[in-house]
Structures are given as C-alpha cells and as structure tokens.
C-alpha cells in the first residue's frame, strides 16, 4: 500500500465524512487491527455501489483513492476480495469483474454519533425546559455538524507528520453559533442552544470523549497503515533519551484556563509513566520570570511604570478566570519551580547536558526565525488579520536558537555513547515559528528534527506504544484533544473577568470587582468596552475604560452602581415594614420613640432587615471601638451557613485579641480570603479593619 508519488504531500483527504466514519471502524490497537484496515478500505468504497452492480479491483482502487488520497496494490485488492467471497459479500464473474451482492451498508455518520446524541439529548434536557426533541429536530443536525467538523480537522491534521499543527479550530464558539443561526429553531431555545452546546464539548462527559478518543486514535491507525510506515521494534517511551521544554509548554501547566492545559498535562502524564526525563533550561527559567514579572507590572496600581499596565499576559488571563485574590494567585505561580518539580518531575536541565552548543545551529536558527516572523508579521499586515500585529524580542529568538542549538549539540556529542537511546533528545514546544523551522529545515538531517510539536509526540505514543490506556487515560487524553481543538475565541474576555483585573490595578482589590463592574455596565460606554474586550484589543479597552471614569457624571454611576435600583426598592420597602412596626405599637399602647428614631436613621442612609436579610452595602457608624462588636453582630444575624458564620467568628475574635500586634496583618488577610463571599454584606467594615495593619 503506497500513496503514491503523483499524490501532492498538502492534498487534503478526499471524503472527510467516510474518513470520519473509517476511524471509528479502525479503533483499537494499531498492532492488533492493522491487518484488518485494508478491508475496512475496501468495504467502504463497495458500500458506494448498490447490490448487483459490476466492479473491478480498479474501480474499487479508484474510489478509495477518491477518498484518503492513496491507492491500495490490485494484488492486495484481489487477496481481499477472495476473503469477501467467502463471506458472500461479492461474486467473481471471471476475467477480474465482480458483482455486488451483499452492499455493506456501513452505518452513517449520524448513526455513528448517536450513543453521543442521546447522552447529549440528556444534557439538553437538563438545562433547558424549553427543548422539544418533536419541535426542535434541528438539534441533531447541528450537532453532528460540529462534531464532524471536529473529526474533519483530526483528519486534515496528518498525525504523525511533526510539522505546524492544523488541529486547532479556532473561535469555535462563534462556529457554533453560526450553525444554530443556520437552522431553523421555534421559539427562544436558539439563544440558549448555543451556549448548551459550548457547555457540553467543555464537560467530560463519557460518551463525547468515547466517540473522541476513538476516532482520533482510528484516524492515527489509518494514516500508518495508508503510508506504510513501520512500526519501531523498540518501546517508544524507553527510547527518548530525554525532553527539553519551552517556556510556552510549562506556562500553560501553570495555568489551569489555559486551553492546552489539558494536552500538556496529558502529555506530561505519559512521560512520567515512562520514565522520560524532563528539563527546561535556565534561559527557559529566566523567560517565564518574565513573563511572570510582568504579570505582576501589569497588575500593580496605574501610577506604577505605564508601559506594563496593559501588556497582554497568559498569567494575567488566567487569574481573571479563577477565583481568589491577586496576592493569592501571584504567589502561587511565584513557586512555579518547587510546584513543576513535585507535581511532574520537570527539572533544571544539568550542567553536564548544559556546557555547549553548537554555534553554526545557532546562528542558522536565529536568523530562519526571524525570517520567518517577518514574513509572517507581513502577511497578517496585508491582510489586516488581527488589531495586535507583533513582532517578537530577539530575546525570544536567541531562546528559542538555543535550545535547539543545545539540542543539535547533545545529539551530535552525547554525553555517553555507550548508553545513547535511539529517540531525541527532543526540544518540546507549541511554536508554530519553530515547528515551520524544523519542518522545513531541520529535518533535512532528522526524520523528525529538533524539535517536535507535543501533540505530534502524543500521536507517537498513541501509535507505537505498547502502553495501556486505562478508562481515566482515554478520558484525559479525549478531554485535551477536544479542548485543543474546538477552541473558543480565547483572546476575548468578559466584563466580569476584566472588572478584576482593572479593580486590582486601580488599587481597590478584587472584592470590588462586581461594583466596579456595574459602574462599566451603567456607563453609557459600555458597548464600546465589551466590544473591545470581545474583539481581545486590551490597548482600546483600557482608553474606553479610562474615558469611563473621566465621565463628567461619574460620580452619580458609582453611587446608582453601589447603591442599585432593586436595593432602592428593598429599602423602602424595609421603611414600610418598620412604619408597620410602629402603627401596631400605637395600637398597643406601646411607647414608639425609640422606633421613630429607627425610621429616621433608617431614611437617612441605614440598612435595617426586618423578615428578611439585606446583602447591600451597609452605611453604619462604624469605629475602631466598635467595629469587632458590630462586625460579629451583622455576622450572626445575616450570615445563614452556620459553618462559615462559625469559621468568621472565629477569626474576627482573633484579630480582636492580636491587635496592635504584628501578627494582626495575617489575621487580617485570613478573614478578607474567608469573607469573599459575603463582601457585599461586610465591605463597610474593611476600611477600619484595615487601620489596624501595622
């Protein structure tokens, strides 16, 4: 079996949908199965051709061409239609004609996914009771279109080619919503099908990462039986003498809303459980300090240096996504180092690998890179592709030169020949720039390079490993395929994860977020925000922001966004219940003196809860003699979970017996982490809490 060397390397499969449907016939092990693909081939091109139709070994080549874009041999066309003779598939008439008999009738790629439709269907059920599978049997069809256009780019990808990856299908969230547009839906589900969809292909549901990982390892299956590659003797995993990871490889390890977090961990995983060893240089060590310290500029308070303050960083995002407070996440990912190590075994490379490079590598590389770029950096201006067109440091060229250069080095000299493994080393990355470097240049010496792409080196795993895959193994390896491939317009961000952003670099800390989120939200400017932050332009985002709270009227937004319509609302209605209170304490013979005065506190700027808990911003006398006795007072009354009423109670009487100390400030920071969720009931109080940190 060959492709042939008419076929053009960049031809894309013929029939992506009979591809699709060939991969999951081909599941399994490729050691065990690989006999059994050329009749899978087969059957699918006689499944064109209806009972008592006339065929030759050509016509069936012709069409299994028409499909992968190779050929089968005619001698092993014919050794396969002896064996559908005698399953009484095909009769031979003589002289190479055959007659159909018994069409194959290979089920449909809508008869394929339905395990995953019904799990589906489920799910739908479960968040939407508008859904109607009678009225709304459009559903099905647009879910199989995604999920083919999933498969579709599986198949383009060419899996065990190490070159620029094709995989991703960006802005996936937008495709989705153009195939719902696309069908007709009654009533108002459309707008919520799309957002059911997206939350689905996020899940790990068993089925959706079933049909994944099968086909996925299908169409792997396919492609070395297709190119007649040979399988390796050896254990894959036991032959990489090692790995060295790049800086845009470990960063996403670190960050857990990172799209390629799931593929690295996968990948990481698998190494682990072969004993590959994993190094990252110093000079890696030094780029991802960077990064992180600008991370740390671009959250620092606006009157620190401007030039950092809207700088585009993978940390930054990531905490906008999570929960907690800048402090907290800052120094988590401080200790990027100890955490590598601990969780995954990813070490400083050794002196010993680390003493040369070769210089001639280096150079070559250095200079392919940034050709490359340029190139690159030209085209994107021609065609106006994105609002952010970037040229990068020729700091992260010479990184990027040396570690490659390293790697030149150490397989040209290794460092003990006697005990040279077969495989690498290999530098890891996710670079599209190198990948095109490698594949175009480096290779020439290599079959594989310098480099290599990790999910190319998943593949190889998947192909030639005699590993097993266990159900939680397929599951994370399914989950990262898919989060890596359907991905969603990741440079976009919401109002509420820039609200924590700007909060902490305006220097009003994260428990803010939400008023400062309703001040852009009450802003006249506000479409022109999220317009900005949908589009990922940060720069416009920030001036739109900066002309926000230069408005004229600003003053009467943050008081309409602190003090909202619907708290208006419940504060008179708590006026009405008090003057309830009193007419009935008339009606008694009551004294009414001490309520009356309760109305008119109430009327100035209190918050009084009668019957029910009020969670707006309280406006108290509030001092440094009372603040502990208030704060446990409001606590007890308007905090229901009684094991974190417990839990702040328990530290407010801590900060009450340590102030004036110098352990107050770790009490301090204890409280405001455990308070988070009831800041719009305690924000009063922080003010003068916080007059106690020394």
Same mark, same amino acid.
């Given at each position: ?6 076929v ?8 992506? &949908? ?14 065990? @199965? ?7 081939? @087969? ?6 051709f ?34 559908l003779? $005698?399953?009484?598939?095909i009769?031979?008439?003589?002289n ?20 995953v ?14 859904y ?14 995604? +999920?083919? !256009? ?6 383009? =990808?060419?899996?065990?080619?190490? !070159? ?14 153009q195939?719902?547009? &696309? ?9 919520a ?50 790995l ?9 390890l ?5 799209l ?28 991802i ?5 600008? #991370? ?70 250095? /200079? ?7 190139? /690159?950096?030209? /085209?994107?201006?021609?065609?106006n592709?994105?609002? $952010? ?19 030149s080095y ?15 080393p ?16 480096? /290779? ?20 030639y490993?005699?590993? &097993? *895959? ?8 399914a989950?990262? +395929? ?23 670099? %305006? ?17 006249? +400017?506000?479409?022109?925000?999220? $317009? ?8 416009? #985002? ?5 002309? %926000? *709270? ?17 708290? !208006? ?8 219940? +008090? ?13 009414t ?18 019957? =029910? %808990? ?20 409001v ?5 229901e ?33 455990? #308070? ?17 940190? =020394?």
């Open positions: 079996m060959s492709t042939g060397k008419e053009n390397e960049n031809i894309e499969y013929g029939d992506p &949908e009979s591809m699709a449907k060939l991969s999951l016939l081909t599941k399994g092990k490729i050691l065990e @199965i690989r006999k059994d693909i050329p009749k899978s081939l @087969i059957l699918t091109a006689l499944d064109n209806e009972n008592g139709s006339t065929i030759t070994p050509e016509n069936i080549s012709e069409k299994i061409y028409s499909i992968t874009k190779c050929t089968i041999p005619k001698s092993e066309i014919i050794s396969i239609f002896t064996k003779e $005698n399953e009484n598939i009769e031979h008439k003589g190479l004609n055959y007659k159909v008999k018994k069409k194959p009738h290979l089920s449909n790629f809508e008869t394929l996914t339905q395990p439709w019904k799990e589906f269907e489920e799910f739908i059920k479960s968040h939407s009771k508008e109607d599978s009678g009225i709304h049997s459009n559903a099905k069809k647009v879910f199989d279109s995604l +999920l083919l !256009k999933i498969i579709v780019r599986f198949v383009i =990808s060419k899996p065990l080619e190490n !070159k620029v990856d094709e995989i991703p299908l960006d802005n996936f969230d937008e495709i989705v919503s195939e719902v547009k &696309e069908n007709y839906f009654p009533g108002s589900f459309a707008s099908y799309s957002k059911i969809i997206m939350e689905y292909f996020s899940s790990e549901s068993p089925q959706l990462l079933d049909f994944i990982f099968n086909s996925y390892c299908g169409l792997i299956n396919i492609d070395i039986v297709l190119k007649e590659q040979k399988i390796p003797s050896v254990e894959f995993g036991h032959e990489i003498d090692f060295l990871l790049d800086s845009n490889f470990i960063i996403p670190l960050c857990s809303t990172d390629k977090n799931p593929l690295s961990i996968a990948l990481i995983n698998l190494c682990n459980k072969y004993g590959v060893k994993l190094y990252y240089t110093g000079q890696t060590k030094s780029e300090w960077n990064s992180i310290n600008n #991370a740390r500029k671009t959250m620092n308070p606006i009157n620190s240096d401007s030039k950092f303050y809207r700088t585009e960083n993978q940390f930054v995002d990531d905490y906008s996504r999570r929960k907690g407070t800048w402090t907290d996440y800052y120094l988590l990912i401080s200790q990027w180092e100890e955490s590598i190590r601990s969780k995954w075994n990813i070490e400083l490379l050794p002196p010993l690998f680390s003493k040369e490079i070769e210089e001639v590598c280096y150079e070559f590389v250095s /200079r392919m890179l940034q050709i490359a770029d340029e190139f /690159r950096y030209s /085209r994107r201006e021609e065609k592709v994105d609002y $952010n067109i970037r040229l990068r440091a020729d700091k992260s060229y010479e990184h990027d030169a040396y570690c490659i250069s390293l790697i150490l397989r040209k000299n290794p460092i003990n020949k006697n005990t040279k493994r077969v495989l690498g290999w530098f890891l990355t996710y670079d599209d720039l190198i990948s095109f470097v490698n594949q175009t240049q480096l /290779r020439k010496n290599d079959n594989i390079g310098y480099s290599i792409h990790p999910r190319i080196l998943l593949n190889y795993f998947l192909a490993s005699r590993l &097993e *895959f266990d159900n939680k193994d397929k599951e994370h390896v989950m990262a +395929l898919l989060k890596y491939t359907a991905r969603p317009n990741t440079s976009s961000i919401t109002v509420d994860e820039y609200s924590r952003i700007f909060a902490e670099q %305006i220097d009003i800390g994260s428990e803010n977020a939400n008023v400062l989120k309703n001040i852009f939200v009450l802003s006249p +400017l506000i479409d022109k925000l999220d $317009n900005a932050l949908s589009s990922g332009n940060r720069d416009e #985002a920030y001036v739109v922001a900066a002309d %926000i *709270f230069s408005d004229i009227n600003i003053k009467d937004i943050v008081e309409e966004a602190i003090y909202s319509t619907k708290e !208006k609302k419940e504060h008179q209605e708590t006026i009405k219940r +008090l003057q309830n209170v009193v007419v009935k304490q008339q009606e008694m013979g009551k004294k003196e001490s309520v009356n005065k309760m109305i008119v506190k109430a009327e100035d700027n209190s918050r009084i809860n009668i019957g =029910s %808990i009020d969670k707006s911003k309280n406006k108290i006398s509030i001092n440094q003699e009372n603040v502990f006795f208030e704060l446990k007072n606590i007890e009354k308007e905090i979970d009684s094991k974190d009423r417990e839990e702040l109670l328990k530290k407010i009487e801590e900060m009450e017996n340590l102030q004036g100390t110098k352990d107050f400030n770790e009490k301090y920071t204890s409280f405001v982490q455990s #308070a988070a969720d009831y800041m719009t009931i305690l924000a009063p109080f922080i003010p003068t809490l916080s007059n106690f940190i =020394s």
